[in-house]
């Protein structure tokens, strides 16, 4: 699949008239990946041809690439030149995932002359690497768990502040539905009142009326 996808990439590349470097060396892994060495070689050393940044990964990757060939034809000789290319732009990167890959290389390609006294010298700088590296990588990973923990505690916090926030709400309608039952009752008993006032003032004037009629009466039983 990797060999496949590789050719439609540099198809592409050059119905675009741009010839990615990365792309021929996707070509030349996928060529290894098949045991393909030549081939993978011819793929790695026309990637180096390509004018790219001297510090660029592509030239890092390719010089990886070619010493690992190198290293599977047992040519620890010229694997080793090559390796030692990619050491320094891989140094000069700052990348220590590939730093290490090749460091580990050269120390490989070393033991194969054999020269035990670089090999051991390679392998120290691997280990030393390596511990580096999953020191960053533990610590880091104590960083994700504290952030971690510091959002789960903010996340209860909220949920905290949204429950306080409801209670809140829910206690303020409370007391505007009291507050209004109350209004209602008010107005209804002063309208209650209102309306009692007024019979009363019709009475009062029902019998004022009644006693001028009565006094009416008697003034006219008199004469």
Do not use: H, W
């Amino acid at each position: 699949s990797t060999y496949f996808y590789s050719q439609k990439l540099l198809l592409l590349d050059k119905k675009d008239g741009n010839i990615n470097p990365f792309d021929i060396y996707l070509m030349g892994y996928a060529c290894f990946l098949k045991n393909r060495y030549n081939d993978a070689l011819k793929y790695y050393k026309e990637a180096l041809r390509i004018k790219v940044q001297k510090a660029s990964k592509v030239l890092s990757d390719c010089n990886i690439g070619v010493a690992t060939v190198f290293q599977k034809k047992g040519m620890p000789d010229s694997g080793i030149n090559y390796a030692r290319v990619a050491l320094k732009i891989s140094s000069n990167n700052g990348i220590p995932n590939e730093k290490l890959e090749t460091l580990t290389l050269l120390t490989a390609l070393f033991e194969a002359k054999p020269n035990i006294d670089s090999a051991y010298r390679y392998q120290k700088y691997a280990t030393i690497l390596k511990d580096s590296i999953y020191n960053l990588d533990k610590i880091r990973a104590v960083q994700i768990i504290a952030f971690n923990d510091r959002m789960d505690k903010q996340a209860e916090l909220d949920q905290q502040d949204k429950v306080i926030n409801q209670i809140i709400i829910y206690s303020l309608i409370g007391i505007l539905i009291f507050s209004l039952v109350i209004v209602f009752l008010i107005l209804r008993n002063n309208r209650q009142r209102k309306q009692a006032y007024n019979l009363l003032q019709q009475q009062q004037q029902e019998i004022v009326e009644q006693k001028t009629k009565v006094e009416n009466t008697l003034d006219e039983l008199k004469s």
